[in-house]
């Protein structure tokens, strides 16, 4: 159905069964003529496909699956067999319209992903040897990265090394790989390059033309030149579009990330991890080590390049701080409001009760019940309302009125039998005298 790719490590074509089964066909460059084991190539091919099938033994979905392999009745090519995966590869996902970068929440997705396809491949003694952007498809169907095209593992040592030197990714290859060498660590290696290019927006030696020249510095960097800081690299090429906001939150890579892709980076192949068990481990004791945030970020001052550690490690910037605002822990932030809301609650209780305070007692006590009010000699009297105090000055006054009023009416009848009395001696006289 047509060529997929073509190179110098062969051509991949797309296939189809009988049926509505699509495939992949990787058609090796060098023939094999012989179909015999005495054959030293061809017995190197049988080898390195029974691998591949016991990779298949059990399906991960982050390995394609390796459905036949064999050699071309014309031309005595060896192939092998791929399911076809449908989607772009990472080499697509970096070019327009897609930015040039990936988020830091993609790119740990994408290294679990690559590290359990690695893991799986090195438990059954398979050396991928050609871990590259254009190797690994991201599944529209499934959500997967997916580890591809098997080519450079069912090649002799000697092919490789000419497939290398004249056609070969020399920006993803270790450094072992230019004498043909070929180890677990060369996967981790080329592991570390490409989560190095997802965050940096390039590869550390980048080739600039496909002559001879250019490659053989792109080689030589791989072996001597210290790798250049990811950091620096990753927040010079962040989108310009993206909010501000967003480029602070992404230049917040996990120092857990970053040690691991500077130990799979390692010019020693001793010094990296020695196989893509080991290096699934590490990723996953890093994503659950709780460090979310790195120990430093990057500074808002213009960038600068600095020349890279001697041990291997990248080197990370300063937090990103904005002059104008005071950056204060989410405990502190929390703790502040609970207070303010805490002040706000108690001003707001005393002032009502200010308020009510100040009513007439009439307002706030209707009726003639009793109020219990503490004094100064916590003792408890009982206090009248209003109404009680109005009716006992009415009485009071009522029996002043009353009192005057008796007062007078006695004062009235003194004076009349006082009047009556002077009266009565001088007529009892006067009778008498009469009589």
């Known amino acids: 159905m047509g060529a997929l790719r073509t190179g110098g490590q062969g051509s991949v074509y797309k296939g189809r069964r009988m049926g509505p089964i699509i495939s992949a066909v990787k058609l090796l460059p060098t023939p ?7 054959d030293k190539n061809f017995r190197n091919f049988q080898n390195e496909v029974e691998k591949l099938k016991k990779v298949n033994e059990v399906p991960n979905p982050n390995v394609v699956k390796i459905l036949n392999s064999g050699l071309t009745e014309s031309g005595s090519f060896p192939y092998i067999e791929m399911e076809f ?5 990472l080499e697509e996902l970096l070019k327009p319209p897609h930015e040039i970068i990936f988020s830091i929440k993609e790119v740990i997705k994408l290294a679990d992903h690559l590290a359990n396809a690695l893991a799986h491949c090195h438990l059954y003694g398979v050396k991928h040897g050609d871990v590259k952007s254009n190797n690994v498809k991201y599944n529209i169907h499934s959500g997967n990265y997916v580890l591809l095209d098997f080519g450079l593992a069912i090649m002799s040592d000697e092919q490789r090394r000419t497939s290398i030197r004249h056609a070969g990714a020399i920006e993803f290859m270790a450094p072992e790989q230019n004498t043909g060498v070929m180890l677990f660590q060369t996967d981790v290696y080329s592991y570390g390059i490409i989560l190095y290019e997802l965050l940096a927006g390039q590869v550390p030696f980048p080739l600039n033309d496909n002559g001879e020249t250019a490659r053989n510095a792109v080689m030589i960097a791989h072996m001597e030149t210290p ?4 950091m620096a690299l990753r927040k010079k090429n962040l989108p310009t579009k993206w909010p501000k906001e967003k480029k602070e939150q992404e230049m917040r890579v996990p120092q857990w990330l970053l040690n691991i892709i500077a ?3 390692e010019k020693e192949p001793e010094k990296r991890y020695d196989n893509g068990m080991l290096l699934q481990d590490a990723l996953v004791s890093g994503s659950l080590s709780g460090e979310l945030q790195p120990a430093v970020v990057a500074e808002p ?7 890279a550690k001697n041990d291997g490690q990248f080197q990370t910037a300063s937090p990103v701080y904005d002059d104008d605002k005071m950056h204060i822990s989410r405990p502190l932030f929390f703790a502040l409001m609970g207070l303010l809301l805490l002040a706000i609650g108690t001003s707001g209780y005393l ?9 007439p007692v009439n307002k706030v006590a209707r009726d003639s019940t009793t109020i219990q009010k503490p004094d100064t000699t916590s003792r408890t009297e ?4 209003y109404s009680d105090k109005k009716r006992a000055t009415d009485s009071a006054r009522q029996k002043a009125i009353n009192d005057a009023i008796e007062k007078d009416r006695q004062k009235a009848l003194d004076a009349q039998q006082n009047a009556d009395s002077s009266n009565a001696t001088p007529d009892t006289g006067k009778q008498s005298n009469n009589n």
């Not at 995966?85 to 590869?89: A, S, Y």
């Open 301 to 307: 001052d213009p960038i600068v390049v600095p020349v």
């Open 32 to 38: 094999i003529h012989t179909e015999d084991k005495n």
């Open 382 to 385: 009982p206090v009248q309302t």
């Open 351 to 359: 002032l009502f009760e200010k308020d009510r305070d100040a009513l």
């Open 85 to 89: 995966i449908e989607g772009p590869d």
């Open 263 to 265: 130990k799979c980076l």
């Open 227 to 230: 790798v250049p800081d990811l």
